[in-house]
């Protein structure tokens, strides 16, 4: 929490490395919205410190800020907490919290996976047997339903 001139300049200078590290523009939250300062630091000392927000990592070359949702790699999609040591605390919802790495976050949803997997003939045709009788119970729901 920002409550002093010196605190407003100490997150400032974390702001700075954390985005000099990634490479990326320095930007923070002003009022809610986001804004780009690489060419007007002297936006910091301009305005109130309690308007303004700074990120608390960079995902993918993007800040994250309190409030922004993420995905894990189960998909589902989370609002940040906080973040300590690269590791994020998501809020999961009933008071649960979510705890992945910086690695295991990200702005766009998983990858569907594709797993192959080799069946004998006698298995494949017990699946076969299995997905038909799915199929035909399906259908049959479906038929009732719809009447």
Same mark, same amino acid.
């Given at each position: 929490?920002?409550? !002093?001139?010196?605190?407003?300049? =100490?997150?400032?200078?974390?702001?700075?490395?954390?985005?000099?590290?990634?490479? @990326?523009?320095?930007?923070?939250?002003? +009022?809610? $919205?986001?804004?780009? $300062?690489?060419?007007?630091?002297?936006?910091? !000392? +301009?305005?109130?410190?309690?308007?303004?927000?700074?990120?608390?990592?960079? @995902?993918?070359?993007?800040? &994250?800020? @309190?409030? +922004? =949702?993420?995905?894990?790699?189960? /998909?589902?999609?989370?609002?940040? &907490?906080?973040?300590?040591?690269? &590791?994020?605390?998501?809020?999961?919802?009933? /008071?649960?919290?979510?705890?992945?790495?910086?690695?295991? &976050?990200?702005?766009?949803?998983?990858?569907?996976?594709?797993?192959?997997?080799?069946?004998?003939? =006698? +298995?494949?045709?017990?699946?076969?047997?299995?997905?038909?009788?799915?199929?035909? $119970?399906?259908?049959?729901?479906?038929?009732?339903?719809?009447?």
């Amino acid at each position: 929490m920002i409550k !002093t001139r010196a605190d407003l300049f =100490e997150a400032a200078a974390k702001m700075m490395r954390m985005y000099d590290e990634a490479g @990326v523009n320095y930007q923070i939250k002003f +009022d809610g $919205i986001e804004i780009n $300062i690489n060419q007007k630091l002297s936006v910091l !000392t +301009d305005y109130s410190s309690h308007r303004i927000e700074f990120p608390l990592s960079i @995902v993918e070359g993007r800040p &994250v800020f @309190v409030g +922004d =949702e993420l995905y894990i790699e189960d /998909g589902r999609k989370l609002p940040c &907490v906080n973040i300590r040591n690269d &590791v994020f605390e998501l809020d999961a919802g009933n /008071g649960w919290r979510c705890y992945p790495r910086n690695d295991h &976050v990200s702005w766009n949803p998983p990858k569907p996976k594709t797993v192959m997997v080799e069946l004998l003939r =006698e +298995d494949a045709e017990e699946l076969a047997k299995v997905v038909t009788f799915e199929g035909r $119970i399906a259908s049959a729901a479906k038929k009732a339903l719809d009447k």
